[in-house]
């Protein structure tokens, strides 16, 4: 089983619409989550970090259910520039470890 | 300031061939990570090192993949001898343990086609 599961997509949807994606992780003692964004041909770079009381970043809201297993990214009055795929990502339980898994994405196109 | 350097950022090679992949994480971080990505398996953690010192190498796929890391600087990825399944984007990162560890800032890709 993936440490990380995503529904590939896509999602097309038209601006300004709202559009939510979700993830799921195998590991339930794992500790921190994240969304990377990487755009086409491009390299992943953060989003934003997933804290266990939610939070959100402008348009951005990310949240956590531990109890499900689940991380969820929601945006809100979609723009063209976020077009790109959004990458669940997990860091392992293990002490000191600095490494992360990643999802294999979910891609969204967003419509004029 | 720079971000992660990696050459080349495309390279075609011939099944057989050696291939070297070249990384500069950015200065000051401590942690150095090398990334395989393809639309199949996403992308997939093959190797990382914390201060110079190989950590995990469980992800490297087999014996014709090795890594080094020979100073802060500088990194390398070397596939001998390639083979077609090798094509991938090959992904360099680094980190800064402390201060936002899981922040990893990655290079802007090599694109490696073996035919």
């Known amino acids: 089983r993936k440490e990380v599961e995503q529904d590939p997509g896509p999602f097309n949807v038209p601006e300004g619409a709202t559009v939510a994606f979700n993830c799921t992780y195998s590991?339930?003692?794992?500790?921190?989550f994240f969304w990377y964004r990487q755009d086409c041909r491009k390299e992943p770079k953060l989003l934003m970090s997933?804290?266990?009381s939610g939070n959100e970043d402008g348009r951005f809201t990310a949240q956590l259910n531990r109890a499900s297993q689940y991380i969820s990214l929601l945006i809100r009055d979609s723009k063209l520039s976020d077009s790109a795929t959004y990458l669940c990502?997990?860091?392992?339980?293990?002490?000191?470890?600095?490494?992360?898994?990643f999802g294999t994405g979910t891609r969204l196109t967003v419509i004029p | 300031d720079a971000g992660v350097i990696q050459s080349p950022r495309h390279e075609v090679t011939e099944m057989g061939q050696e291939v070297t992949l070249r990384c500069k994480p950015i200065?000051?971080?401590?942690?150095l990570f090398w990334y395989r990505q393809t639309m199949m398996r996403g992308l997939e953690l093959l190797i990382y090192?914390?201060?110079?010192?190989?950590?995990?190498d469980s992800g490297m796929p087999e014996d014709r993949f090795s890594a080094k890391m020979p100073n802060a600087s500088f990194s390398t990825l070397k596939i001998q001898p390639s083979e077609p399944r090798d094509s991938a984007v090959y992904f360099c990162?680094?980190?800064?343990?402390?201060?936002?560890?899981?922040?990893?800032?990655f290079g802007p890709g090599t694109r490696l086609t073996v035919t």
């Open positions: 200065s000051g971080h401590d942690y």
């Open positions: 990502v997990v860091n392992p339980v293990s002490p000191g470890a600095n490494n992360l898994f």
């Open positions: 997933v804290y266990s």
């Open positions: 090192f914390n201060n110079n010192v190989p950590i995990d």
């Open positions: 590991n339930s003692a794992s500790q921190s």
């Open positions: 990162a680094s980190s800064l343990a402390g201060v936002t560890p899981y922040e990893q800032y």
